[in-house]
């Protein structure tokens, strides 16, 4: 089992950054693959960015490439999601998710433990 915590959500103006953090608990962290996703209401909820368990692999969503960083600190148990240049479009909530496999994986359902998201708004 796997337990997540979210924070570092709030409100920001358009163009300014918020760091989301993820704080895992309850397992061996450094072998969990870690991903950040988001929702918003009454739609799918979007592949955002993952870190494998090294830190050595990245993907990001076409969405937020160049603006997002993944990053992640075993010692800690801790995985960081740095958000740059939001845009109001970026106002939905975030989700932490960790699945126990080397691999990159993208899709949502293939991720067994969630947080309870933290909410983050971008005014324009």
């Known amino acids: 089992q796997v337990q997540l915590v979210e924070s570092g959500g709030g409100l920001v103006q358009a163009g300014g950054s918020l760091r989301l953090s993820c704080v895992a608990s309850?397992?061996?962290?450094?072998?969990?693959?870690m991903g950040w996703f988001r929702q918003a209401p009454r739609k799918e909820r979007e592949f955002v960015a993952a870190?494998?368990?090294?830190?050595?692999?990245?993907a990001y969503s076409a969405s937020v490439k160049g603006r997002f960083t993944i990053s992640r600190d075993n010692a800690k148990n801790t995985v960081y999601l740095q958000m740059n240049s939001l845009k109001p479009e970026d106002t939905t909530v975030y989700y932490c998710?960790?699945?126990?496999?080397?691999?990159?994986?993208?899709?949502?359902?293939?991720?067994?433990?969630w947080g309870q998201g933290t909410q983050v708004t971008v005014s324009s």
């Open positions: 309850g397992s061996t962290f450094s072998s969990v693959l």
């Open positions: 870190i494998t368990w090294s830190g050595g692999s990245t």
């Open positions: 998710a960790a699945q126990r496999t080397f691999i990159l994986i993208i899709r949502p359902g293939e991720y067994a433990y």
